[in-house]
């Protein structure tokens, strides 16, 4: 299982767009990068999930570079309600495989 | 838009006790997971679930554990003699298993204190 190094904690404004790298330099030509927000006291819900290149939907884009080593979560013009715990999480996409959480990067957008 | 629920929302029981946390997953989901986060800690994989029978479960999930799904709706984990350290947040999820989308749909979660 590839393991997964992301920034303990980030601290944003409202409007602004927040950028959370995740490396995971041991990655699998079999895994897919996922990402999933969790509030306080609720489950985690899935945000985005890529193979390489781009990908992008109504809640945020994610960049991987053609090494696959890294992946860049951005959410763009944050809000309050955006501050929560970002978790990258790298696997095979196999069905019924377990998500294996680390421990996430701390994002508190202030006003 | 389906989502996966649990009950209760907060469970307090007494060391040594019995409990039961249920979870109701999306009804046309395959795979069913129990997943814990301590207080402060990340999220933990206990067991996952399909076709009726355990898949896959952690090392945390020993013999006080167990998982049912009794009627094709519900899905359970029992607790058979509750500890202190199984105080925790217990989450359910569900997920389709036909599709390539690899998302999970987590419930609410049910906060387990043992005192």
């Known amino acids: 299982l590839a393991k997964t190094t992301q920034p303990i904690s980030m601290d944003s404004y409202e409007g602004q767009e927040v950028n959370i790298t995740c490396s995971h330099n041991?990655?699998?030509?079999?895994?897919?990068i996922t990402w999933y927000q969790q509030f306080p006291s609720q489950g985690p819900r899935f945000i985005i999930q890529g193979y390489k290149t781009k990908v992008t939907n109504e809640v945020a884009s994610l960049f991987i570079p053609a090494d696959r080593k890294s992946s860049t979560l951005s959410l763009p013009r944050v809000s309050l309600s955006d501050t929560a715990v970002y978790y990258c999480l790298v696997g095979d996409k196999a069905a019924g495989n377990k998500l294996t959480f680390g421990g996430g990067t701390r994002v508190l957008v202030k006003p | 838009e389906p989502e996966v629920t649990q009950t209760p929302s907060h469970q307090v029981t007494q060391m040594g006790q019995e409990v039961i946390l249920r979870c109701v997953p999306i009804?046309?989901?395959?795979?069913f997971y129990w997943y814990r986060q301590i207080l402060g800690q990340k999220v933990e994989f206990l067991v996952s679930f399909y076709n009726n029978e355990i898949s896959e479960k952690s090392e945390i999930f020993d013999d006080q554990f167990s998982v049912e799904r009794p009627d094709g709706s519900n899905f359970t984990l029992k607790i058979r003699s509750t500890k202190l350290e199984d105080s925790a947040m217990y989450f359910c999820?569900?997920?389709?298993?036909?599709?390539?989308?690899?998302?999970?749909?987590f419930g609410p979660g049910t906060r387990l204190t043992v005192t």
């Open positions: 009804s046309n989901h395959l795979y």
């Open positions: 041991n990655i699998a030509t079999n895994d897919y």
């Open positions: 999820a569900s997920r389709v298993g036909r599709t390539v989308l690899d998302e999970q749909y």
